[in-house]
C-alpha cells in the first residue's frame, strides 16, 4: 500500500510528464504534492529531457525550491513569461468537489497561486484520493487573507456573508504554512497579510457566490475558493 507521501510523488510526477513539454511558460504551486512536481521538472531539465522552460513560483518557498534546482524563474508580465501566457500550470488542492471547483490555501499561498493560475491555457490539479468531497467546507476550512488592520471587523463581516452562513472563521496562529496552531502571534502570509481560516460543518451551497461575496468584502485580499478554473484533476488512490 502506497503511503501518502508516495501517492503525492507519484501524481506529481505524472502531471509534469504528461503536461510539461520543451519551451513552456510553466507555473509551478505551492506544497507537499506541488513540491514533488517543481521536483521532477528540475530532474528533467538536468537530464535535459526538458529545455527551454520558464516558471512562474507561487510562493517564496516554491522559489527556494526552484533555484536549488536551477529551474530558470520569471514572474507575471515579464517578457519571458510571454507577458503572462503560461501553458500551463500545476499545484495541489486541499479540497475538490464534483464540479472540479477547490479549497486551496491551507499552505497559506492562495493569493499567489491564483494570480498565476488564472493565466494558464491549463490549470492541472494533483491530489490524492483524501482531497475529495461532496461538497466544499467540511473536509476542510476555507482559507481567507485579509488585511491585518481592523482584522477583528474583517472576520465578523466575514462570519456575516450570507453565501458563508454556518461558518466558524479563525485567525491563523503561527506558521502561515499549515492551519494548524502552533504558535500565538497571527501567521503572516508573503505578502504581510493575515489569513482567516473558516470552518464548516455543512458543505457551501454555492461556491461562487460565496467567492463573489468575498471577493466584495472590504479588508478581505484574496480567498482560497478556485472556482471553474480547474482543466483537470489527477487523482492518486490505493488502485494507482
Known sequence: MATQDELKKQVGYKAVDDYVKS???????????????????GQLLKEGKLTDIVAIPTSVRTKEQAEELGIPLT???TPESRFSKIDVAI????????????????GGALFREKIVEECADKFIVIVDDSKM????????????????????????AIAELP??????????????????????????????????DVFFDTPIADAPKAAAE?????GVFEHGLFCG????????GKDG
Not at 519551451?23 to 521538472?41: H, K, N, Q, Y
Not at 495541489?92 to 491551507?106: E, W, Y
Request: hydrophobic letters at 40%; aromatic letters at 4%; charged letters at 15%.
Open 75 to 77: 514572474t507575471l508580465g
Open 91 to 106: 499545484d495541489g488542492a486541499d479540497a475538490v468537489d464534483p464540479q472540479l471547483n477547490l479549497i486551496k490555501g491551507g
Open 133 to 156: 468531497c461532496d461538497g466544499l467546507g467540511p473536509s476542510f476550512a476555507l482559507p481567507v487573507e485579509i488585511a491585518p488592520f481592523c482584522w477583528e471587523h474583517t472576520m465578523r
Open 214 to 218: 468575498l471577493k466584495g468584502l472590504c
Open 23 to 41: 519551451g513552456m511558460v510553466v507555473g509551478l504551486g505551492t506544497g507537499s504534492t506541488a513540491a514533488f512536481a517543481v521536483e521532477r521538472v
Open 163 to 196: 453565501s458563508l452562513k454556518g461558518g466558524k472563521p479563525q485567525l491563523r496562529l503561527g506558521s502561515s504554512a499549515n492551519n494548524a496552531v502552533d504558535g500565538k502571534d497571527p501567521a503572516v502570509t508573503d505578502n504581510g497579510l493575515y489569513i482567516v
Open 229 to 236: 478554473m480547474t482543466t483537470s484533476v489527477i487523482i492518486a
